[in-house]
């Protein structure tokens, strides 16, 4: 399912819609977010964050790899993988004990493995002075979530 995204804004608001097509139970679901520097993946995990309740800042995770949020509708990870190197570093991090919440995982790409692990996969791209986003099912519960998405799109 494809969405433009013309400005920040339009960003943010996706970010909300995702959330509110989640189940109300976050524990256990994975989203990768790809898509180069400045294309707007923080500001997608901070909207989706700040929308589940937390009304705080949203730093980045580049140097702690993962900030907790704890939250109404249960944990939320935000996780940055960008520093990460090697698939094994994710042990390390505690990737394994993250899976009581949700996992919103910046640069998957240094873990390839991960995408057989996951819901969903967002890619958000460049789009003159706006952007596109791609938003895809890597599980069945991944694909429902795109497919009820997409009753709201087109
Ligand atoms: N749909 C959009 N169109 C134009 N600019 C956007 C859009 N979404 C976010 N931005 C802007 O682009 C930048 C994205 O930064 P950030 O979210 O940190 O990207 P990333 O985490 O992918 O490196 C921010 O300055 C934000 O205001
Ligand atoms: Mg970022």
Not at 10 to 20: K, Q, S, V
Not at 83 to 96: A, F, K, M, Q, T
Not at 98 to 105: E, I, S
Not at 122 to 141: I, P, Q
Request: proline share 5%; net charge negative.
């Amino acid at each position: 399912m494809k969405r433009s995204l013309p400005d920040e804004t339009a960003t943010i608001e996706f970010g909300r819609e995702l959330l509110d097509a989640l189940p109300d139970n976050l524990a256990g679901w994975t989203i990768l977010l790809s898509g180069e520097l400045g294309a707007g993946k923080s500001t997608f995990a901070r909207a989706l964050i700040r929308a589940a309740g937390h009304d705080g800042a949203v730093p980045s995770p580049t140097y702690t790899l993962v900030e907790p949020y704890h939250l109404a509708r249960g944990n939320i990870y935000h996780v940055d993988l960008y520093r990460v190197s090697d698939e094994e570093e994710l042990r390390y991090l505690g990737w394994n004990e993250l899976d009581d919440g949700c996992r919103l995982v910046e640069w998957p790409d240094r873990a390839p493995g991960l995408t057989s692990q996951a819901d969903l996969s967002l890619t958000l791209r460049y789009d003159g002075d706006g952007r596109v986003a791609e938003l895809a099912g890597l599980s069945d519960r991944g694909h429902g979530i795109v497919l009820r998405l997409s009753q709201f799109t087109d």
